[in-house]
């Protein structure tokens, strides 16, 4: 009975889980302009359909409308965003958002994260590597990031010895990698690890459990 417990939840919980993120993200995109598309359905359907007979129709169909505008919406900045005029603009907001206390250092990190994470020509991380972590005896993920500043990097290394500056590694926690610690290490205590970023954050948001060789 326990195995086929077990085996019903692993069958089970991917699926519920990622319903359940779909209903949220869904909820979190259209729950604010909700109210405003269901009264204005109402007013241009009202003479063929009695929506207050048929309220879950009236909100899934109002949802639907939402995310295909929002769809559309974001299209539309993109494509005005290839523009000149658009993207002067939005360096001028860029500008104005940048001179704001507090607001700047929130605007600027989240910027960060999103132009890394979603822009084409940019990979955040470059490899993975196993790294001591936390001492000698043992080995973590790590994501190897780029080069450390050279300003951290002592002078004898990055004069005389090159290859030796130090690099920026990122290891992440497990089974929340949103957080993690940000290692300056040389590259001779890299191990290069044949895994790519996705197997990385599955084997660390799996505790371990995941590995590329048993995916099917």
Not at 12 to 28: G, Q, R
Not at 170 to 186: Q, Y
Not at 196 to 206: G, P, Q, R
Request: net charge positive.
């Amino acid at each position: 009975m326990r195995k086929n417990l077990l085996s019903g939840l692993i069958l089970l919980l991917p699926v519920a889980v990622t319903i359940f993120i779909f209903v949220f993200l869904v909820d979190l995109l259209t729950a604010p302009f909700l109210e405003n598309v269901k009264d204005i359905i109402k007013f241009f359907t009202q003479s063929y359909v009695d929506f207050d007979y048929h309220n879950t129709s009236l909100i899934l169909l109002s949802r639907g409308l939402i995310l295909l505008a929002l769809f559309f919406g974001v299209l539309l900045l993109g494509y005005l965003g290839n523009k000149l005029f658009f993207h002067f603009f939005m360096k001028m907001i860029h500008s104005w958002m940048m001179k704001i206390p507090l607001i700047n250092r929130i605007y600027k990190g989240t910027r960060d994260i999103v132009i890394a994470l979603f822009s084409q020509d940019r990979k955040i991380f470059s490899r993975v590597v196993a790294v001591p972590f936390p001492n000698e005896q043992s080995k973590t993920i790590g994501l190897v990031t780029g080069n450390a500043p050279i300003e951290l990097t002592p002078s004898d290394q990055s004069k005389e010895a090159p290859m030796n500056t130090l690099k920026s590694v990122f290891v992440a926690t497990s089974p929340h990698p949103l957080s993690g610690f940000l290692l300056l290490t040389e590259e001779k205590h890299l191990q290069r690890i044949d895994f790519t970023v996705e197997d990385a954050f599955k084997y660390l948001i799996s505790c371990g459990v995941y590995s590329p060789q048993n995916e099917s």
